[in-house]
């Protein structure tokens, strides 16, 4: 009756050393890094910076307790473990002199960081510490502003371009097209020629009002955004500046950063863990540009080149492999002008290529110019920190309508991936400015996880004496189940990677509360059944098979509400409702499945059973 088939007692045994492993790394805490990542964007970091970065180490007797290269999303880092702060410190300047010989340009990023401590077999089996929360890791906490006054100026002067493209392909004459505050300003002749550009204005910029107006005499045509479209603009600013700042954090490496939207024009940027808040400010604040611009190949260009100087109207550049290159001072386009940019393969001679789209206006302006330079080089430039590189300088080898644009040259798949993602990144949609800035020390972070510990142990502590007193043995049982449900919580938590954080910590302390509740009704349920006189083994069997019913309907409400807050809430709420909602599913396993394996395993073997070991069992009286 009360005995479970072998693969159920199997199943509990391996839920327990799959908890045990799993929460195990959350107790070696962390140690100082240094942390290698690229600081431009064309610059890549590999197993071979790995290798370069041990053995200037070891040439200067520097001994590290670990280092490894890993993906962190698309860009790659090295990270180098210390034993102590003073030999992280000393690497760091090794390194910093050595990867960054020109301290004003820097080809690397070379940060402080903090990383976990665990044991090299641990991390083999893919067993990491819980990420842990700015309030209990320590950090930086950036609030910024984004300029939207900046982005409409943007998109007016774009909207201008347009305007005198237009009104020049339909051949409507006008004496001057300009941005004025945040409108386009459109000056005519005779009110014929106004007339007939606001028709086809109207026509082709949905998103403006033009209104027809006079200078003097002078017939004038004002077009403004309408607010729809201003919204627009604003939220695409903000988005924008968001996707670009999760890509320039991945350089830090932080695990589990917070970036997310605060009001209409604010990011809120939360970094746990990291330590040189300088160099977050930088990467933070840099900027990025594209620019599509001509080559000039002609033989006194590669004359002047040659001896060293450049001609007046062009500007020298260097290529990916440091080649020095002249442009035209002219930009074609901009990375206004890019939709998107994928990797791909060319359908005739496969070799990887990198596939562009272009917005309407880039479209035209790229079949113009293919179609007029067939056979000569164009420069796709990205300028970091006011510093421009080429990425790449295809031939142009036939017209290109349509928008759709395959850059492909001597490129592996791998460089094609690598160039479809510098251009895809872009740059900041417009300007930002750090307005609110806080830095938590890591022994803030210490103090509330010695709290936070100390606060769930002494809560264990209690309902452990208070069950042994009431229930006597089965008290003992629902103290294991409970260690049992706290064990299996912690490594659910680690093997999602979830971030742990002061509300966490909260909601662990509720799931103690919440578990326990369960051992109590059937514990209880115990009882009645034997104050109905059902013999110890009926009534150990009864028990858990009716309280059961009881227990599902408590934690599935419970459940419910958890889920809610889980969907419908943000930051701290949503720490806690993840934890709550794996507390619920983890305190059922172990009190129905764990706790009853161990009273199975107790009291199962016998068969004559007398009594049991559950405290006082009042009967009524006759």
Not at 183 to 206: I, K
Not at 240 to 249: M, S
Request: aromatic share 6%; with cysteine.
């Amino acid at each position: 009756m009360n005995r479970y088939p072998l693969w159920k007692y199997l199943t509990v045994l391996v839920a327990l050393v799959i908890g045990l492993i799993y929460t195990l790394p959350n107790f070696f805490g962390e140690s100082p890094a240094v942390q290698i990542a690229g600081a431009k964007s064309t610059v890549k970091v590999d197993n071979q910076t790995l290798q370069r970065v041990q053995a200037l180490l070891q040439q200067n007797n520097i001994e590290s307790t670990g280092a490894y290269f890993e993906m962190n999303g698309p860009v790659g880092t090295v990270r180098v473990r210390f034993a102590s702060t003073d030999i992280q410190l000393q690497a760091k300047d090794l390194i910093e002199r050595s990867l960054n010989p020109d301290r004003d340009n820097p080809d690397y990023t070379i940060a402080l960081n903090l990383l976990p401590a665990s044991p090299n077999w641990l991390t083999a089996l893919g067993a990491h510490p819980m990420y842990l929360g700015l309030d209990l890791r320590g950090g930086v906490h950036f609030l910024l502003e984004v300029d939207m006054q900046g982005a409409l100026t943007t998109r007016y002067d774009s909207l201008a371009t347009d305007v005198r493209t237009l009104l020049r392909d339909n051949r409507i004459n006008a004496n001057g097209v300009d941005r004025a505050d945040m409108s386009v300003v459109a000056s005519f002749a005779n009110t014929q020629d106004r007339d007939a550009a606001q028709n086809e204005l109207r026509r082709a910029l949905p998103d403006m009002t033009f209104t027809a107006t006079s200078a003097g005499e002078t017939p004038t045509l004002t077009g403004r955004l309408t607010e729809a479209a201003v919204t627009l603009v604003q939220t695409n600013a903000l988005r924008q500046n968001i996707t670009t700042l999760h890509n320039r954090i991945n350089e830090l490496g932080v695990a589990e950063p917070v970036i997310q939207q605060q009001g209409t024009d604010r990011i809120v940027v939360q970094l746990p863990g990291v330590q040189d808040v300088a160099k977050a400010k930088e990467i933070l604040g840099r900027t990025a540009t594209l620019e599509i611009r001509m080559v000039d190949d002609s033989p006194t260009a590669t004359a002047a080149l040659a001896a060293g100087t450049v001609p007046f109207g062009l500007e020298r550049f260097n290529d990916r492999d440091g080649r020095p290159i002249l442009l035209r001072r002219q930009v074609i386009l901009t990375g206004e002008n890019l939709q998107d940019a994928q990797p791909g393969r060319d359908q005739q001679t496969q070799q990887p290529t990198v596939n562009l789209t272009l917005d309407a206006k880039g479209a035209r302006i790229f079949r113009d110019v293919t179609r007029n330079n067939i056979n000569r080089r164009m420069a796709i430039v990205l300028f970091e920190q006011g510093k421009g590189e080429v990425v790449t300088a295809p031939v142009i080898r036939s017209e290109i309508p349509g928008g759709q644009v395959q850059i492909s040259g001597s490129m592996t798949a791998q460089e094609a991936a690598d160039v479809a993602l510098l251009l895809r990144a872009g740059s900041l949609a417009a300007p930002m400015e750090i307005i609110e800035e806080r830095t938590i020390g890591p022994s803030l972070g210490a103090d509330n996880i010695a709290k936070g510990f100390y606060s769930t142990l002494y809560g264990f502590m209690a309902i452990a004496v208070f069950m042994m007193v009431y229930y006597h043995l089965f008290g003992v049982f629902s103290t294991l189940g409970l260690a049992f449900n706290v064990l299996l919580l912690l490594a659910v938590l680690s093997m999602l990677q979830a971030t742990l954080t002061l509300p966490g910590i909260a909601a662990i302390a509720l799931t103690l509360g919440m578990a326990i509740d369960s051992n109590v009704l059937i514990n209880e349920r115990i009882r009645e059944e034997l104050r109905a006189g059902l013999p110890p083994q009926q009534a150990i069997h009864a028990g858990f098979e009716r309280a059961w019913g009881t227990i599902l309907d408590s934690n599935l409400t419970t459940l419910i509400v958890g889920l809610a807050l889980l969907a419908f809430g943000s930051g701290p709420v949503r720490g806690f409702a993840v934890v709550h909602c794996i507390g619920i599913l983890t305190s059922m396993f172990s009190s129905i499945v764990g706790v009853r394996a161990i009273v199975n395993l107790w009291y199962g073997r016998k068969r004559k059973l007398g009594s049991v070991s559950i405290g006082t069992v009042w009967k009524p009286k006759d």
